[in-house]
């Protein structure tokens, strides 16, 4: 509990939730901006390197 008398602090303002629509935006100019390739080729290149190897087993 807070001391009586003592300012009270002031809730910060909820963000605004995005819409799918500016989200989806907001995604895809990261990934430009991050230089991402998101071509079909490219990921199952990286993919195929990653899903060759089988899983070691955690005891």
């Known amino acids: 509990m807070g ?3 003592a300012p009270k602090k002031a ?3 909820p963000k605004s939730k ?3 629509e500016e989200q989806s935006e907001r995604f895809k ?9 998101l071509s ?3 990921f ?4 195929a390197k990653v899903a060759k190897h089988p899983r070691k087993a955690v005891d």
């Open 29 to 37: 100019q990261t990934a430009r901006e991050l230089d991402v390739d």
């Open 44 to 47: 199952e290149e990286n993919f």
């Open 3 to 5: 001391k009586a008398g």
């Open 40 to 42: 079909r080729e490219k």
């Open 11 to 13: 809730k910060p303002k």
């Open 18 to 20: 995005l819409t799918d």
